[in-house]
Antibody, heavy 129, light 108 residues
Framework: EVQLVESGGGPVKPGGSLRLSCSTS????????MSWVRQAPGKGLEWLGR??????????DYPAPVKDRFIISRDESRNMLFLHINNLRTEDTAVYYC????????????????????WGKGTTVTVSS | SSELTQPPSVSVSPGQTAKITCSGD??????VYWYQHKPGQAPLLIVY???ETPPGIPERFSGSTSGTVVTLTITGVQTEDEADYYC???????????FGGGTRLTVL
């Protein structure tokens, strides 16, 4: 069974840094595409970026709003995914989820698909002075 | 991916049919996925590739598309279906994943 368990959240002051962890089990982390998603209080889901599988390059992609402050990394020996957040702002207060993603191209039509297949329960980050 | 627009809220009585829409200019060219999110729980994928349901998802959940609008339909709504529902799409040309703003389904 695929399981994802996030940790590392808590209170932090503006300007600080934080590393969130996602412990994975039930699959080979190096072979998976993984994302981080957050939900701020009263807001919707926001995609924060993803890490490609090793065979697809092992690099990370980020949306423009976070690309300068967020870094996704992976430790395959420990089956862990990380999200490093620098220069934290009050608007980073949110529940942070890691996800195992499904992706590819549909046979025949060759239409691209990408979705969040399995989610963890999240870890809460509170940024406040 | 372009923006995805959902109604903020939908209300239905138990046993009725709920329809939640998601609109976006790029939707004719991309698949849409739907997630159910209950307070304190992990979001759950309930529809993928517009209209397919993962194993274990009740048959009352279904998806459909018509041009720039995709619809999540819950037939015979149950009280346990009360949750936030999000649509999502992705673009292969620019690495991006976009969520709709979410729809709060209230079962009266």
């Amino acid at each position: 069974e695929v399981q994802l368990v996030e940790s590392g959240g808590g209170p932090v002051k503006p300007g600080g840094s934080l590393r969130l962890s996602c412990s994975t089990s039930g699959f080979t982390l190096s072979g998976a595409w993984m994302s981080w998603v957050r939900q701020a209080p009263g807001k919707g889901l926001e995609w924060l970026g993803r890490m490609r599988s090793e065979i697809d390059g092992g690099t990370a992609d980020y949306p423009a709003p976070v690309k300068d402050r967020f870094i996704i990394s992976r430790d395959e020996s420990r089956n862990m995914l990380f999200l490093h957040i620098n220069n934290l702002r009050t608007e980073d207060t949110a529940v942070y989820y890691c996800t195992k993603d499904g992706r590819g191209y549909t046979f025949g039509s060759y239409r691209y698909f990408y979705y969040m297949d399995v989610w963890g329960k999240g870890t809460t980050v509170t940024v406040s002075s | 991916s372009s923006e995805l627009t959902q109604p903020p809220s939908v209300s239905v009585s138990p046993g009725q049919t709920a329809k939640i829409t998601c609109s976006g200019d790029a939707l004719p060219n991309t698949y849409v996925y739907w997630y159910q999110h209950k307070p304190g729980q992990a979001p759950l994928l309930i529809v993928y590739k517009d209209n397919e349901t993962p194993p274990g998802i009740p048959e009352r959940f279904s998806g459909s598309t018509s041009g720039t609008v995709v619809t999540l339909t819950i037939t015979g709504v149950q009280t346990e279906d009360e949750a936030d529902y999000y649509c999502q799409s992705a673009d292969s040309s620019i690495p991006s994943v976009v969520f709709g703003g979410g729809t709060r389904l209230t079962v009266l």
